[in-house]
C-alpha cells in the first residue's frame, strides 16, 4: 500500500494542562533548536515523496517561536505540492501570534486545529490553561480573515464542575465563529496526570451518554455532522489525515513520541526525547499478524459513521468481513448496520464501540 501521509510531533508546551497524558515537556528553545537538527534528519530517511496528507502535532506547535516554525515549514516543503490535499497545524491561542498565521499560510497551511478545550473562564483555569475566549476569537477572525476556510476547534466535556449550562454556553459560543469543524472530547482519566491523582472521577456511562447525545443534537442544530465518535464536520470539512488513520491506511510518523503504520508493521518512537535528541533510534517495530491488522482496521473504522468499506477489505485480506468477523456481527445485530457496502455502527451504537468491539477479538 502507498504511504502518502505524515504525522510531525513537536512534543514542547508552554504549560502542562491537568488532564494530558500526551508525549510533551515544557517548551525550552535551546531544546526545540536540537529537536528540529534530528527532525530533519529524520525527514531525510524518507523516501522523497509529495504527501497527500500532512499533519503536525502536539505537544503545542505554536509553542515555537516564528523563526523555528519557519525552519520546521522549510524543512517540510519537499513533501508538499499542489496534489496535497490537507496541511494542517495544531495550535494553542495563547501562542498563536498573527504573525505564526501568516507565516502558516505562506508555508500552504491550509487547516488549523486550535485546543480550545471550553471558553468558560473559571473551568480553563481549573485545567490549567492559560488562555481566554477573547484570544479564541481573535485568532479564528483573523486566520478567516488571511482566507483560511478550514478552521477546527477542539473542546472537551466531563471536566471537573462541568454542567450541562456550560457546556450550551461553549456550544452557543461556538455557533458564532466562523468553524467547519469541531472535535468534541469526552475527558480520559489518564494515568499520572494531575487530574487523576487529584482522584477526580469524571463522568458516569450514563452522563457520558446524555452529555453525548447533547453534544450531537446540539451540533446538527448548528450544521455539523457527526462523522466519528467525536468528530464533527460542515460540509465536506472532514478531517482527511484523521481519516487515513480511521480508514488504516498507511502513513510516516515523524518525531519523538510519533507513531507511523507501513502495512501490517507499527513504528512507534518511545518518549525518551533526549534520547531522540542526541540520535539514537528510538524506534521499536512491531510485525502484526493478519489477525490482529484485520481487528485494528476494524477497530478503526467502525469509529467511521460511515464505517467499514466492505470492499476494501475484502481487496487487503481476501476474505469477507462476515468470514472473518460473522459471529461477533451476529450477536451485535441490533447496533451494526450492513449497507453500501459498508458495516458501520448506529450513533446510538457508537457510544458502546468499545463494548462491541470485544466480541470481535473473540
Ligand atoms: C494533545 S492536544 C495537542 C494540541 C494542543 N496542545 C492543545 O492543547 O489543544 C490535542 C487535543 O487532545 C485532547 N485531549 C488531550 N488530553 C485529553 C484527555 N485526557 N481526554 C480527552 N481529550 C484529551 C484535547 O482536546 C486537545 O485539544
Ligand atoms: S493539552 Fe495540549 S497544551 Fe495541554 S499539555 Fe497537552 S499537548 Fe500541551
Known amino acids: 500500500m502507498q504511504t502518502s501521509s505524515l504525522y510531525v510531533h513537536i512534543p514542547f508546551c508552554d504549560r502542562i494542562c491537568s488532564y494530558c497524558d500526551f508525549?510533551?515537556?515544557?517548551?525550552?528553545?535551546d531544546?526545540?533548536?536540537?529537536?528540529l537538527d534530528r527532525l530533519e534528519e529524520e525527514l531525510k530517511e524518507l523516501p522523497a515523496t509529495?504527501?497527500?496528507?500532512?499533519?503536525i502535532g502536539g505537544g503545542t506547535p505554536s509553542a515555537l517561536q516564528l523563526h523555528q516554525l519557519e525552519r520546521l515549514f522549510q524543512m517540510l516543503s519537499s513533501f508538499y505540492d499542489e496534489k496535497t490535499i490537507e496541511y494542517c497545524i495544531e495550535a494553542n491561542p495563547e501562542s498563536l501570534t498573527h504573525e505564526k498565521i501568516d507565516l502558516m499560510i505562506a508555508y500552504h497551511i491550509n487547516r488549523l486545529s486550535l485546543g480550545v478545550q471550553s471558553f468558560n473562564e473559571e473551568l480553563l483555569k481549573k485545567i490549567e490553561r492559560v488562555h481566554n475566549k477573547d484570544m479564541v476569537e481573535d485568532v479564528i477572525f483573523y486566520a478567516c480573515g488571511k482566507g483560511l476556510t478550514n478552521l477546527s476547534i477542539d473542546l472537551m466535556y466531563g471536566l471537573p464542575t462541568q454542567s450541562k449550562e456550560d457546556i450550551l454556553y461553549d456550544l452557543e459560543v461556538a455557533s458564532h465563529l466562523p468553524l467547519q469543524h469541531i472535535s468534541y472530547y469526552s475527558l480520559i482519566l489518564?494515568?499520572?496526570?494531575?487530574?487523576?491523582?487529584?482522584?477526580?472521577?469524571?463522568?458516569?456511562?450514563d452522563e457520558d451518554a446524555y452529555y453525548s447525545d447533547l453534544i450531537v443534537n446540539e451540533l446538527e442544530k448548528m450544521g455539523y455532522h457527526q462523522y466519528e465518535v467525536s468528530n464533527y464536520a460542515k460540509g465536506d470539512h472532514e478531517s482527511e489525515h484523521n481519516k487515513v488513520y480511521w480508514h488504516y491506511e498507511n502513513y510516516y510518523g515523524v518525531g519523538s513520541g510519533a507513531s507511523g503504520k507501513i502495512d501490517n508493521t507499527l513504528i512507534d518512537h518511545s518518549r525518551a526525547l533526549f534520547q531522540y535528541i542526541?540520535?539514537?533510534d528510538t524506534r521499536s517495530y512491531t510485525t502484526l499478524s493478519e489477525e490482529d491488522t484485520m481487528f485494528n482496521h476494524v477497530m478503526m473504522s467502525l469509529r467511521l459513521l460511515e464505517g467499514l468499506d466492505l470492499c476494501d477489505f475484502y481487496e487487503r485480506y481476501h476474505k469477507h468481513v462476515e468470514e472473518v468477523y460473522g459471529k461477533a456481527i451476529e450477536k451485535n445485530k441490533d447496533h451494526?448496520?450492513?449497507?453500501?457496502?459498508?458495516?458501520h455502527c448506529t450513533k446510538q451504537s457508537l457510544k458502546i464501540l468499545n463494548t462491541i468491539l470485544l466480541d470481535f477479538l473473540d
Open 31 to 35: 531544546l526545540v533548536d536540537h529537536y
Open 50 to 55: 509529495k504527501m497527500k496528507t500532512i499533519y
Open 190 to 205: 489518564e494515568e499520572g496526570t494531575k487530574l487523576n491523582n487529584e482522584h477526580y472521577e469524571g463522568l458516569s456511562e
Open 336 to 343: 451494526l448496520v450492513i449497507e453500501n457496502n459498508h458495516l
Open 278 to 280: 542526541k540520535g539514537k
Open 23 to 29: 508525549a510533551k515537556v515544557f517548551y525550552r528553545e
